[in-house]
């Protein structure tokens, strides 16, 4: 199992990026998806978090701007970033809960390599 993160990049203040994970191999069933981000110095912290009902929860930071979402079918996770400021700049992490198909080992979390976000003044 693995998730793969992209569409990271370079953007100026006031633009938008949309990150798109993809969590692919042997998975049953995917519980709740989440995006975090860790700018250097700094601890990773949550930014969003989407259940499989679609109930959603952000960070005070991003409320407003970010968007997550989720494609159960493509076992894809989003998060639409609007009106980007310097500080969002960061590396971009999702994981997931899931289960592994063939396995007896419940609830596992799962995490991708990240993708930068750099927000220019």
């Known amino acids: 199992v693995q998730l793969v993160e992209s569409g990271g990049g370079l953007v100026q203040a006031g633009g938008s990026l949309r990150l798109s994970c993809v969590a692919s191999g042997r998975i049953f069933t995917i519980n709740v998806m989440r995006w975090y981000r860790q700018a250097p110095g700094k601890q990773r912290e949550l930014v969003a978090t989407?259940?499989?009902?679609?109930?959603?929860s952000y960070a005070d930071s991003v409320k407003g701007r970010f968007t997550i979402s989720r494609d159960d079918a493509k076992n894809t996770v989003y998060l639409q970033m609007n009106s980007l400021e310097p500080e969002d700049t960061a590396v971009y992490y999702c994981?997931?809960?899931?289960?592994?198909?063939?396995?007896?080992?419940?609830?596992?979390?799962?995490w991708g390599q990240g993708t930068q976000v750099t927000v220019s003044s």
């Open positions: 994981n997931a809960d899931l289960i592994v198909r063939g396995t007896s080992s419940g609830w596992e979390i799962y």
């Open positions: 989407i259940a499989p009902g679609r109930t959603t």
